[in-house]
């Protein structure tokens, strides 16, 4: 199905584990973002990535890493999970954004994560 | 650094009532502005995209104004229903690192619609 899937949508994992959620979209937009939520800051923007091999950070990067190999994936690595990593991530992909045709952002269910 | 703000926090309205959602921005330099929808435990789904040229757009009862000069922007719901109980969420583009842009989220107005 066309769409911006993510997956696993729901883990639980360990504190100092490894973890990678996917985010998948069949649009080939250009652009992908990773947002975390979390209750009293909102959605706050973690890593983006206007093509294939280029990728950002944003607003709260540390403890994440990102990869673009293709166009249509962009895995969030949380290379040794924290409590503090605890938190629904949200997927989401444009087809453009920072030009004067500006497309509009296409969220994904979310990955429920929690870390013990 | 683009801040966004929305007020109020929460709203709750009986059925039927027209009703307003604020959003602020810091940063007037915007390419566009976005309001979305989110219903609990979900994702969240764009409802209207107002260009940086434009000054409003309308989807049936819901109708969104921007005002870059004073780095406002407004969410009208008419004729407010029950289904429309949810968090609406504003967000405004903001450039970051080496021209890079993204979507600023607001933390959301939380409506509540009573029957």
């Known amino acids: 199905d066309a769409g911006i899937t993510q997956s696993p949508r729901y883990k639980i994992t360990e504190t100092g584990r490894q973890v990678t959620l996917m985010c998948h979209q069949t649009w080939s937009h250009s652009y992908m973002f990773w947002y975390r939520q979390d209750l009293g800051h909102g959605l706050r923007l973690i890593y983006y990535?206007?093509?294939?091999?280029?990728?950002d950070k944003g607003e709260v990067p540390d403890g994440y890493v990102v990869s673009r190999s293709k166009t249509e994936n962009f895995p969030l690595t949380l290379e040794s999970a924290t409590r503090s990593q605890t938190s629904v991530y949200f997927c989401?992909?444009?087809?453009?954004?920072?030009?004067?045709?500006?497309?509009?952002?296409?969220f994904g269910e979310g990955s429920r994560l929690t870390v013990l | 650094k683009q801040e966004v703000t929305q007020i109020p926090a929460a709203l709750s309205v009986p059925e039927g009532e027209n009703l307003v959602l604020n959003c602020s921005f810091t940063d007037s330099a915007i390419y566009n502005l976005q309001w979305f929808r989110q219903d609990p435990g979900k994702g969240l789904t764009s409802l209207l995209l107002?260009?940086?040229?434009?000054r409003e757009q309308t989807s049936g009862r819901l109708n969104a104004s921007l005002d870059k000069s004073s780095g406002r922007s407004t969410l009208y719901i008419a004729a407010s229903q029950p289904g429309d109980s949810a968090t609406y969420l504003c967000?405004?583009?903001?450039?970051?690192?080496?021209?890079?842009?993204?979507?600023?989220f607001g933390k959301g107005t939380t409506l509540s619609v009573s029957s």
């Open positions: 107002i260009q940086s040229s434009q």
């Open positions: 967000a405004a583009t903001a450039i970051l690192n080496q021209a890079g842009t993204a979507l600023i």
């Open positions: 989401a992909s444009s087809e453009s954004l920072g030009t004067a045709n500006t497309g509009e952002l296409f």
């Open positions: 990535s206007a093509a294939a091999d280029i990728t």
